[in-house]
């Protein structure tokens, strides 16, 4: 068909039959003379010269191949910029760049829980602290971590402190490696292996497997969850779960599952950099650490009232 000789004004488009059409055999590429317009449009085949067989295999394979791609364009100084005004005047402003795209060394000191215990049905009150500084880059820093708790007007009951190197391992987790020193309840010292991050569904992880000096194997898991009720409001749940692959007697410490603390906080931030907060926390020795609690006449559970700060800085 020769689209450019038809006179569509002249035509009855009533009397056409376009069940007699054979469209499987209209070869639109073979025509007398060439259109016009496809000339003018630098060479381009006009509407009457399409395949549209091809048109249509050609629109799933967009994308080029890798071999379209000349050698050449390969070639040249990796930073093109060097072949114009010299790698020395281009240094100052690639190292700034490279610092504010991830090179930059950065720190903070974080205190996530200082906070008073006073247990539900009488006795001692506790305090206890739980922080953590880093200094570094997004995917190594050097982390220093430190915790434990005793008695007011007592003695300090468990401190430990933590050196790890910290290396990203993914978008939102870190592998954690260093030594861990306990100066209470006895000096004692840890190698420290674990994974510090973002999980599924905002939850903050932080776990760590420990092996002392005198062979002991323990481990840690805590998580917890910041759900925030109004701009300043926030409710944290918040669970520890510490293990023991062995009996550790002289810490008064059975194999197995030694201790669950699940708790509630909630905290107002007065400013991002500082919360106030109350809660509630259940902390329970289970098992053999349990049966070695009550055999010391000691209750292995209870409930304590919660008041404490958070900040950050």
């Known amino acids: 068909m020769d689209h450019g000789s038809m006179d569509h004004g002249s035509m009855d488009h009533g009397s056409m039959d ?8 209209m070869e639109h590429h073979k025509q007398a003379e060439p259109d016009a317009s496809a000339e003018t449009s630098g060479g381009m085949e006009g509407h009457a010269g399409m395949d549209h067989r091809q048109h249509g295999s050609q629109l799933k394979h967009k ?35 490279a610092r504010e795209n991830g090179g930059m060394k950065t720190g903070m000191v974080l205190v996530e829980r200082l906070e008073a215990r006073f247990p539900a049905e009488g006795g001692d009150s506790f305090y206890v602290w739980d922080a953590q500084a880093w200094y570094g880059g997004d995917i190594t820093r050097f982390v220093l971590k430190s915790e434990g708790e005793g008695a007011f007007g007592g003695e300090l ?26 100066p209470e309840p006895d000096t004692r010292t840890h190698l420290v ?4 991050g973002l999980a599924p569904y905002m939850f903050h992880v932080d776990s760590a497997l420990f092996l002392s000096d005198r062979g002991d194997l323990t481990a840690r898991l805590e998580g917890e969850y910041d759900q925030r009720l109004t701009r300043r409001l926030i409710v ?23 201790k669950i603390e699940p708790g509630l906080r909630l905290r107002y931030e007065i ?7 109350i809660g509630v926390e259940y902390e329970a020795k289970l098992g053999r650490t349990a049966d070695i609690a009550k055999a010391a006449g000691e209750d292995p559970d209870g409930l304590k009232i919660l008041v404490g700060i958070r900040a950050w800085f």
């Open 18 to 25: 376009h069940g007699s059409m054979d469209h499987g055999s």
């Open 63 to 97: 994308s080029a191949p890798e071999t379209a791609v000349p050698a050449r364009a390969l070639e040249g100084p990796r930073h093109a910029a060097d072949a114009i005004w010299g790698a020395e005047a281009m240094a100052p402003s690639r190292a700034r760049l």
């Open 157 to 182: 009951e468990d401190a430990e402190i933590q050196a790890l190197f910290s290396h990203a391992i993914g978008p939102f987790f870190d592998l954690q490696a260093g030594v861990r020193i306990d």
């Open 193 to 196: 292996i674990g994974a510090q």
């Open 236 to 258: 944290q749940p918040r669970i520890e779960i510490e293990l023991a692959a062995q009996n550790i007697p002289e810490r008064d410490i059975g194999a197995g599952l030694t």
């Open 271 to 277: 400013v991002p950099e500082f919360a106030p907060y």
